[in-house]
């Protein structure tokens, strides 16, 4: 667990989530994603890849609380390959609407970019402004992504 000011935050991985309270996460990923979300079916299918210990899953849910109340949540998977396809996807980010603009968005990523090996991945729509912290902490996008939906 590492603190800043009355912000802590927390990781868990296959290896350490017993203290975890999964549907809370996942309900406030539901909310605070906002237009950007999923279905929370979704959410929850993500978070159970992170936590699987299972041959090329996992990943790792990081968790930001302030009086013990969510404030901020992440969700990373492994791939499970290297090189040709980056070995992490990061597919949710949140941050509650009253404690956006002071860091703990950026702080999360952060986190997740410094306990992971590899590459990692992302998905933002183009006029999201999330845009600017990935941008921030030296993603780039080299390229446009086309996905045949069914
Ligand atoms: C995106 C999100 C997680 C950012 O969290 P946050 O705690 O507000 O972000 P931070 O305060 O850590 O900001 C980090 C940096 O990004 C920039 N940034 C973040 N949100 C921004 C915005 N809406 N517009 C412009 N810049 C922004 C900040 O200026 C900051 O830069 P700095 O370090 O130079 O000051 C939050 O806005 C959110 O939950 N949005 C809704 C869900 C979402 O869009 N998730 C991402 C889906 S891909």
Redesign the pocket.
Known sequence: MADNNSISYHTYTPTDHASLNRDEVLDFLFE???E??DQRQDIAKCMDYALSDAEGKGGSVLVARENDKVV?ALILNNTGMKGYIPENILV??????S???????????QMAIDLTQGSIA????PH???R???E?LGFTNKYLEYRLTR
Do not use: S
Not at 92 to 97: I, K, P, S
Not at 99 to 109: C, D, F, H, N, S
Not at 122 to 125: D, G, K, M, Q, S
């Open positions: 605070h994603l906002d950007y979300g901020g949710y980010v949140a941050v509650h609407g404690t956006r603009g002071k860091g703990v968005g950026k702080q999360l990523v992302l998905h933002v729509e999201n402004p999330a600017k912290l990935y921030k």
